[in-house]
């Protein structure tokens, strides 16, 4: 959802998104699996299309492509930055784009609610802390 949430956001900010890498890709997940259903619908209500997105382990290949690499939770930085140490300074909370330091709840298996609140607050995020993401690239 972050990956589509932030192309949007370089759209309203008419900042062209080809000039930028922008992927996705799961600290604990399975290659190739389509999007949770509630992602789905949260993403079209924000006109937003996950119809066509397919789940991707991260590697250090993908890591190695990005300047910087935001997750979501503190125990996905934490495994990031120890299985790639030579990576950790990339690796950063999408919470400390904004100057603070809190986890976004992720909400894999859960109900619709929790989908919602999750794009919400990455939306937000993005949204304010497009200046320190700038900052980083």
Same mark, same amino acid.
């Given at each position: $959802?972050? /990956?589509?949430? *932030?192309? #949007?956001? @370089?759209?309203?900010? /008419?900042? !062209? %998104?080809? &000039?930028?890498?922008?992927?996705?890709?799961?600290?604990?997940?399975?290659?190739?699996?389509?999007?949770? #259903?509630?992602?789905? #619908?949260?993403?079209?209500? $924000?006109?937003?299309?996950?119809?066509?997105?397919? &789940? +991707?382990?991260?590697? +250090?290949?993908? @890591?190695?492509?990005?300047?910087?690499?935001?997750? $979501? /939770? &503190?125990?996905?930085? /934490?495994?990031?930055?120890?299985?790639? !140490?030579?990576?950790?300074?990339?690796? *950063?909370?999408?919470?400390?784009?904004?100057?603070?330091?809190?986890? =976004?709840?992720? !909400? *894999? +298996? #859960?109900?619709?609610?929790?989908?919602?609140?999750?794009?919400?607050? $990455?939306?937000?995020?993005?949204?304010?802390? =497009?200046? %320190?993401?700038?900052? *980083?690239?």
């Amino acid at each position: $959802m972050a /990956e589509k949430i *932030f192309e #949007k956001i @370089l759209s309203e900010k /008419e900042i !062209p %998104s080809s &000039t930028w890498n922008i992927s996705s890709a799961g600290t604990w997940t399975i290659n190739g699996q389509n999007a949770e #259903k509630h992602a789905i #619908k949260t993403m079209k209500e $924000m006109g937003l299309d996950l119809y066509q997105h397919k &789940t +991707r382990i991260i590697t +250090r290949q993908i @890591l190695a492509t990005q300047n910087l690499i935001l997750v $979501m /939770e &503190t125990q996905h930085k /934490e495994a990031l930055q120890y299985e790639f !140490p030579d990576m950790s300074d990339r690796v *950063f909370l999408l919470s400390q784009m904004v100057n603070e330091e809190y986890n =976004i709840d992720d !909400p *894999f +298996r #859960k109900h619709m609610r929790a989908f919602r609140n999750c794009a919400n607050q $990455m939306y937000g995020i993005l949204n304010h802390g =497009i200046g %320190s993401i700038i900052h *980083f690239i």
